[in-house]
C-alpha cells in the first residue's frame, strides 16, 4: 500500500509475504475488474484499465490472475463495487485517508472505523484531511541493484517530465502531475528503470513526527487497515523517528 514509512516496508518484508500477495491480487483484481465494467476490456481504448493493467504487472500479478478479471467483466458479471474514501487523524493530528472498494459499505465503514478508533486514532468528516494531500503519480525505482546515482536519477527524472524526486537508502520515487504520469513511465521505462509501483498516489503536503511512544500502536493500526480486503489504498502524513526503522 501506498504512504507508508520506510519501517513499514522493512518490517512489511520479513512478513509472510505470499499471503500479503493474495491479498494485493485480491484487490487489484477488483480494480481491473471495475475499470473493465466501467471503460471496456480493451485497454487500448480504455485508459483506466491500462492504468490498473500496469499496476498489476508492477506487483507481479500472474497474466492469467489478470486477464480472469478482465474476462468476468467482459462476460457481464453485475456484482458491483463501490469507491469510498475515510478520513481520520492519528497521534499528532496525523493525516489518515483510507481509499477502498467495496460491495457492503456498512460493513467496509464499521470496520474502518474499528481500525483507526481502536488503536488511537479518530474518525473525520468528508475533506476534512483530504485537503492536505495532493494526488501525484508515483513511480517507486528499487535502488538495490541499480547503478545510478541520485543526482543522475533526478536528471533523468526530469528530462521524462516529472515535477520531483524523493530518495530512501531503499528507493527513489518520481513524483509527477497526474496528468503527465503515463508520459512519464513511459519515459522511464524506454530508459531501461524497472518500477516497484507505478500508481497515482495522494501525497502530503507536509509531514507530522510520528510521536516515539505511539509508532507502534500507529503501524498496527495501519496493518489493521492493510489487511481489511476492501481497501486498496492507505496514506498517511506521518513521517518516523529514526529509532523506529
Known sequence: MSGHSKWHNIQGRKNAQDAKRGKIFQKISRELFMAAKAGGPDPSGNPGLRLMMDKARAAN???DVMNRAIKKAEDGDKTSYDEVTYEGYGPN???ILVEAMTDNKNRTSSDVRVAITRHGGTMAGAGAVSFMFDRKGKIVIDREDLDTTEDEML???LEAGADDLQTTDEDFVVLTDPKEFTAVRDALKEAGFNFTSAD???IPQNTIEVPEDKAETFQNMLDALDENDDVTD???SA????DAE
Not at 239 to 242: F, L
Request: proline content about 11%.
Open 200 to 202: 497515482l498516489a495522494m
Open 61 to 63: 500479478m500472474p497474466k
Open 234 to 236: 492507505v496514506y498517511t
Open 93 to 95: 493530528g496525523i493525516g
Open 239 to 242: 513521517s518516523w523517528p529514526e
Open 155 to 157: 536528471d533523468a527524472a
